[in-house]
């Protein structure tokens, strides 16, 4: 053969024991996934309200308590001060105590959201690394800042300093969690890129249950940040050996490196290739500049209409799917006596939920799936505001939230294999960090969206989870089909699939172009 394609490269030479390989080195470098559903929780854990037996040691607290009207809402409407008026008999530690801040939940609310700042901060700097020094440096990068975040919360005694601790972990965490994603999905054949989606999000899941384990067994809320960093430090080792993607290689021009990724997985699955004299597909006509300017890449878009069509649905999607994603887990504390129950029972329903991912993209494609959730999740959320109650837990608000997370994951979960897929090469990363810019924002309102309730906040979320199911529309169908090298390729696509903007932009596009 004159050439070998980059994307199938070695995976595709011999039977089924490459295919063992990568999926054994794709499990252990999205195992980081997992560390961020740990550390996007944690504060659930390490800052809970106690709701165990209060002992009295004032006057005006025992008067209330033998009213039986001693709770948290009185301890703070009679503001009454901790270990001066009364005391929680608890064998677990909890920085809401220690700090005091049982009457002022806001503080509380804060501590999670401000983990998405630092995420906010990490994809505004991702933008420009993902492809300036590429996905496997980056990722070295956000593990390290991530794994000493974790370590300097076991010595933490300060909210402020606590503040800057989430900061650091949401930095680091999204930054290589995004850049892995890209990272290993560039590697992977077409065929197996909604396998891949789907186990990566049901890793994320099991996250909820590893940080469910790690604070029950673990009382001093210190320690949690060091069974998290432990965690984390075992899937962070994958980042020093695993190389960088083939794909990304050819696009700033280094076809010599991708040319010794690819020996090296033949070297790995027991089928040495040399490729000295073989040139490499794409080699040339991907080739880009790994220091390109924003302003340039804003330009490319403008140069392609049906381009930034796709990007600016994807936008969309991405706010409205990242805002009731995070508004429904930050309320699963509501939903059960403890948050050990409470996030066990959200690990189930997002485990059935990429179950489901998994059988809908297989049978129905991207496209159909992503829709049909959004609708459904219009449907549920419309329903929720009948009121019906048949039991005085149970009511129709309660299970029509328990049914929409399942859509709403499913659909989040749909779009970083989505977005990976509709981008060309050379912008894939500067298009994911777009994309969960705006979700990180999105991202940051979801707790504080999780402590309200009313009509209002149900009939909203069906608008836009409607208007979201019908933008979907517009955007081209992507299994089964190569990832695209060039912006000219996504130009293709869209009119391969009849998804044209009009005729006066296609033709601008095609003088852009010159492929049309």
Known sequence: ?????????VINTVGSRPNCAMFALTTWAMACSMVGSLCAYMVQFTGFVPTGPITCLSDNCTFLQSQDLLNVTTICDEGLVYGVDYTWNISRTTLAVEWDLICHQSKITFLNSVYFIGALISLIIGSYLYDAIGRRQTCIIAGTVCLVGNFLGVVCHSYYYMIAIRLSLGFGNFLAYSGCYIWVLEFMPGKFRNYYNSYSMLIWAIGYIILVGISYFIHNWNFIHLGCGIVFLICFLPFTFYPDSPRYLLSVGKEEEAKKVLERYGRLTNTPVSLKDVKLIGSENTKQDSRISFRSKMREYGNHPGMLVELGIQCYLWFVCCLLFYGLNYGWSSFAATPYESYLFAGVSEVIAYILLFIFIKF??????????????????????????WTDTWNLERLMSLVVTIWISLAFALLFLYVGELAPTYLRGFTLSICSFIARIAAFCGPYLAGTSGTVKLTGAAAMA???GALVFLLPETRCMPIPAEAADVSERRQQQSLRISRARYANEKDHTGEL
Do not use: D, H, M, P
């Not at 053969?1 to 490269?9: L, V």
């Not at 959320?381 to 009948?386: D, E, G, S």
């Open 466 to 468: 409607a208007l979201g």
């Open 1 to 9: 053969s004159s050439g070998i394609n980059a994307e199938y490269g």
């Open 364 to 389: 129905f494609g991207r496209k159909k799936t992503l829709y049909s959730s959004l609708f459904a999740s219009t449907v549920c959320f419309l329903l929720a505001n009948i009121s019906w109650t």
